[in-house]
């Protein structure tokens, strides 16, 4: 009886381990919407494009790119990378009251939000960004080759700040990176909104993306 028992938890322990070798893959996001997206209030435009895996491998490679999703067997650590830009040309308005309110805006990080299959995330930061693949990189030997010290220079070079001051005439570009279980398809909305120094709200820009 002993004997059939160990038979039968060896055939079980084998079933789950092929399934989970099979099963497990990048998990990849892919938009209808490769064109940018680009909204403009009171002087202030703000435009988004999505990126798709062949973008983010053509502009960084595949060895040391934080924004490739990595190898997740239930797609817990999907990866969404939007091209963000923010244009103050608030001077430029006619309105002089709206010039002297809004001569600097705020673009707080951790109130960008995406929509998207029933969850609502906001934009991993620069450093749990860089957290997240160190210690990935110390723990898998998938990533044996890769180096932290390049990540993290990548995406302080690349990813947004916590906050963005976009001080008048001036262009803030950066990447905003979000992770979580999404589904293969549907419908997210990117919401980025803006600030005046004083803490005041000025608008929520409203960004739909296909998927």
Same mark, same amino acid.
């Given at each position: 009886?002993?004997?059939?028992?160990?038979?039968?938890?060896?055939?079980?322990?084998?079933?789950?381990?092929?399934?989970?070798?099979?099963?497990?893959?990048?998990?990849?996001?892919?938009?209808?919407?490769?064109? !940018?997206? #680009?909204?403009?209030? +009171?002087?202030?435009?703000? /435009?988004? %494009?999505?990126?798709?895996?062949?973008?983010?491998?053509?502009?960084?490679?595949?060895?040391?790119?934080?924004?490739?999703?990595?190898?997740?067997?239930?797609?817990?650590?999907?990866?969404?990378?939007?091209?963000?830009?923010?244009?103050?040309?608030?001077?430029?308005?006619?309105?002089?009251?709206?010039?002297?309110?809004?001569?600097?805006?705020?673009?707080?990080?951790?109130?960008?939000?995406?929509?998207?299959?029933?969850?609502?995330?906001?934009?991993?930061?620069?450093?749990?960004?860089?957290?997240?693949?160190?210690?990935? !990189?110390? #723990?898998?030997?998938? +990533?044996?080759?890769?180096? /932290?010290? %390049?990540?993290?220079?990548?995406?302080?070079?690349?990813?947004?700040?916590?906050?963005?001051?976009?001080?008048?005439?001036?262009?803030?570009?950066?990447?905003?990176?979000?992770?979580?279980?999404?589904?293969?398809?549907?419908?997210?909305?990117?919401?980025?909104?803006?600030?005046?120094?004083?803490?005041?709200?000025?608008?929520?820009?409203?960004?739909?993306?296909?998927?």
């Amino acid at each position: 009886m002993r004997i059939i028992h160990l038979i039968k938890m060896i055939l079980i322990i084998t079933i789950v381990f092929l399934f989970a070798s099979c099963s497990t893959e990048r998990f990849i996001v892919r938009s209808r919407d490769i064109e !940018i997206q #680009k909204q403009t209030m +009171y002087g202030i435009t703000v /435009s988004v %494009k999505f990126l798709n895996e062949d973008d983010l491998v053509e502009r960084f490679g595949r060895v040391n790119n934080p924004f490739i999703a990595p190898l997740s067997a239930l797609g817990f650590t999907r990866m969404m990378v939007f091209e963000a830009l923010v244009e103050n040309n608030s001077k430029n308005t006619a309105d002089p009251v709206i010039i002297a309110a809004i001569a600097t805006v705020i673009m707080p990080l951790n109130k960008i939000e995406i929509q998207f299959g029933g969850k609502n995330k906001n934009p991993v930061n620069r450093f749990h960004l860089y957290e997240f693949w160190k210690n990935r !990189i110390y #723990k898998d030997d998938t +990533y044996k080759k890769w180096n /932290s010290s %390049k990540i993290n220079q990548l995406i302080k070079k690349t990813v947004l700040p916590n906050t963005v001051t976009s001080k008048p005439q001036s262009d803030t570009p950066g990447l905003l990176v979000f992770m979580g279980r999404f589904p293969n398809y549907g419908t997210a909305d990117v919401y980025i909104p803006i600030f005046t120094e004083d803490g005041k709200q000025l608008h929520n820009f409203r960004f739909i993306f296909q998927f």
